[in-house]
């Protein structure tokens, strides 16, 4: 399990969503970068230097401070989508090799590198810059349908990650919510959400949003 990319965002217009930019164009970047917790949502910090998020309502803060894909489904998507998509491409900062992303439970901690330690937080929901991004009409509900949302994390110990550092695999909670069970929930399947009341490092906003859907 290690990193194949870091990938750090390039502001770009987001017309998608009337904002005056985006920070979805992550490009891979070469030597270490930086990793620390950004601080709360709201101000468009998250957790690489040199990045940041312009939709502080949605994006960004310590829940949502990096955000990992997995290079094996970036691969089945290109044979979706039937075109060559690059590290980054979807957004993401950590583009990964031989983890199971989806598969994470959520609480689960990686350490990356020396010193680095993340903690999986919540899926990604795509939003309307996403399916912009990828130009293609439909893409929210056909990248909801697959299940393969990959990872937010946030910061648990700080330090310097850099392409081709191992990822290893920590600490696993009890509970058995996973990013793709997490997901599933909160999108396609409201049956499940009782289950993510085990989940207690999910983001306090996504655990308030399951008991008002419970009530």
Known sequence: MQLLSVNVGVPMPNPWKG??????DKRPVAGPVAVAA????GTGAVGLAGDRAYDVKHHGGADQAV?????????HWEGELGRPLADGLFGENLTTTGLDVNG??????????ADVVLEVS???IPCATFQGRLERPGW???????????AYLRVI??????????VAVVRRPAHGVTVAVAFRALTLEPGLLPLLLDAEALPAEDLELVRRRLA
Do not use: H, M, N, Q
Request: glycine residues 14%; positive net charge.
């Open 19 to 24: 904002l005056r930019a985006t920070g979805i």
């Open 38 to 41: 950004p601080g709360p949502k």
């Open 67 to 75: 955000y990992a894909y997995a290079r094996e489904d970036l691969d």
């Open 104 to 113: 994470a439970l959520i609480g689960e901690r990686w350490r990356i590198g």
């Open 122 to 124: 919540c899926p990604r």
């Open 140 to 150: 929210i509900k056909e990248f909801t349908r697959a299940v393969r949302p990959g």
């Open 157 to 166: 110990e700080p330090g310097e990650i850099s392409a081709g550092d191992p």
